[in-house]
């Protein structure tokens, strides 16, 4: 009996230990909320905030010209791809337009040849009917290569409004996540560190 009043005392010292801890940790917290709240009241935490929000206004200036200076250069690498094309459709243009002038200069020579050997008297006539009679049957005009009539790539932008909506979802959730973790870390850690000296 005298062994289990011991025990039972001995557990009644231990829990009164174990919650005298967290009443001065407890206390500890009260004071320091009190350190804040008076800080803020002498101002002290509005230089902090102010920092703060000068910090975070600059993180906000750099990222959106981060993002600009992007925007720009997959506009100016587009435009450029774009430019590329447009140069071998008027390159390829230009290659059949030669090659229709040099087929309509051949063309226009045999027409000369044939009107000239009408003039001619038949026996002279009728010993070049190898040559340019011949050849004049036989010519046909060949068609240029087609030029593409479509732009190979058609630019899509991306839906920017979306993609910052998604950001925003995301960083909610970060936000909602990282505020559990740091309520988890704050009220267990001093379990955790507890166990791990046990």
Avoid at 6 to 23: G, P, T, V, Y
Avoid at 68 to 73: P, Q, T, V
Wanted: charged share 35%; with cysteine.
């Amino acid at each position: 009996m005298t062994d289990m009043i011991r025990f039972s005392q001995e557990n009644i010292q231990k829990a009164l230990e174990r919650l005298r801890k967290e009443q001065e940790k407890a206390k500890k917290l009260e004071a320091d909320i009190e350190e804040d709240r008076i800080s803020w009241k002498a101002g002290d935490a509005w230089a902090l905030i102010f920092c703060q929000i000068q910090t975070e206004r600059q993180r906000i200036q750099t990222g959106f010209d981060q993002l600009r200076r992007i925007l720009d250069e997959e506009e100016q690498r587009e435009l450029k791809r774009l430019g590329e094309e447009e140069q071998l459709i008027l390159d390829s243009l230009a290659e059949a337009e030669a090659e229709l002038a040099q087929q309509s200069q051949l063309v226009q020579e045999l027409i000369s040849g044939l009107e000239l050997r009408c003039q001619w008297p038949v026996t002279e006539l009728l010993q070049d009917m190898s040559g340019t009679l011949k050849w004049s049957q036989i010519w046909t005009l060949k068609k240029p290569k087609a030029v593409s009539r479509k732009v190979k790539k058609v630019f899509q932008a991306p839906d920017l409004s979306d993609m910052l909506r998604q950001f925003r979802e995301l960083t909610a959730v970060r936000g909602y996540w990282g505020k559990k973790l740091q309520i988890f870390k704050s009220r267990y850690s001093g379990h955790l560190s507890e166990g791990l000296v046990q």
